[in-house]
């Protein structure tokens, strides 16, 4: 069982940046595929990026460019720096760890972009 949790988040302006971080504890990421959803206001939850154990990295094309996802597998964390934000970036961000057919998610943190 892998617990995850989020941290940073917050308010930012339009054209603004964050930091979202993801600690996993009860195993070694390694293996594990790591990235982030985000859930929208009243959307439903979509991939913003993942990290493949092997080194490839798949984000959407609404933060390509934008968002840059790291992890130090030492200290069991996932960063995901966010800019040149957007209102329609706003939206809970929900950690994920993926390996085989098991799925793991944190609680969430809020990110809003907005003047």
């Known amino acids: 069982q892998v617990r995850l949790v989020e941290s940073g988040g917050g308010l930012a302006q339009p054209g603004g940046s964050l930091s979202l971080s993801c600690t996993a504890s009860?195993?070694?990421?390694?293996?594990?595929?790591m990235g982030w959803y985000r859930q929208p206001p009243g959307k439903e939850r979509e991939l913003v990026v993942l990290?493949?154990?092997?080194?490839?990295?798949n984000y959407a094309d609404s933060v390509k460019g934008r968002f840059t996802i790291s992890r130090d597998n030492m200290k069991s964390t996932v960063y995901m720096q966010m800019g040149n934000l957007r209102p329609d970036d706003t939206a809970v961000y929900y950690c994920?760890?993926?390996?085989?057919?098991?799925?793991?998610w944190g609680q969430g943190t809020r990110v809003t972009v907005s003047s």
């Open positions: 009860g195993d070694d990421i390694t293996p594990y595929a």
């Open positions: 994920h760890a993926l390996l085989g057919h098991n799925g793991y």
């Open positions: 990290s493949w154990p092997a080194g490839s990295i």
